[in-house]
Nanobody
Framework: QVHLVESGGGVVQAGGSLRLSCTAS????????IGWFRQRPGQEREFLAT????????YYDDSVKGRLTISRDNAKNTVYLQMNSLRPEDTAVYYC??????????????????WGQGTQVTVSS
């Protein structure tokens, strides 16, 4: 079973950028689709982006297209989330998660059953 650890969170001013990392261990990385999610204060966890395990394509929620970019480095067992033009409403705990589900499910939270501990991102105005 894969174990995931997020890093790269912090405090940034509005308009700034951050790059989050999700590093996996304990499993065969190429067997997993890796997604990024966030949970804003008082809200449910939401899907942001995912990188499919075998077709090398990225999929995004419409709300973040153009500002967030997901990428994958199989040699480093790591998936990145580059976040640009950050806004105060992007303040949240950001999580990565692993899935072995079929393509039609990978933009849904229920497809993911291995989660990291999360990393806090705070965007100040």
């Amino acid at each position: 079973q894969v174990h995931l650890v997020e890093s790269g969170g912090g405090v940034v001013q509005a308009g700034g950028s951050l790059r989050l990392s999700c590093t996996a261990s304990g499993g065969t990385f190429r067997d997993y689709t890796i997604g990024w999610f966030r949970q804003r204060p008082g809200q449910e966890r939401e899907f942001l982006a995912t990188h499919h395990k075998s077709n090398n394509r990225a999929y995004y929620d419409d709300s973040v297209k153009g500002r967030l970019t997901i990428s994958r480095d199989n040699a480093k067992n790591t998936v990145y989330l580059q976040m640009n033009s950050l806004r105060p409403e992007d303040t949240a705990v950001y999580y990565c998660a692993a899935s072995r589900s079929i393509l039609s499910e990978i933009m849904k939270l229920r497809a993911y059953n291995n989660w990291g501990q999360g990393t806090q991102v705070t965007v100040s105005s």
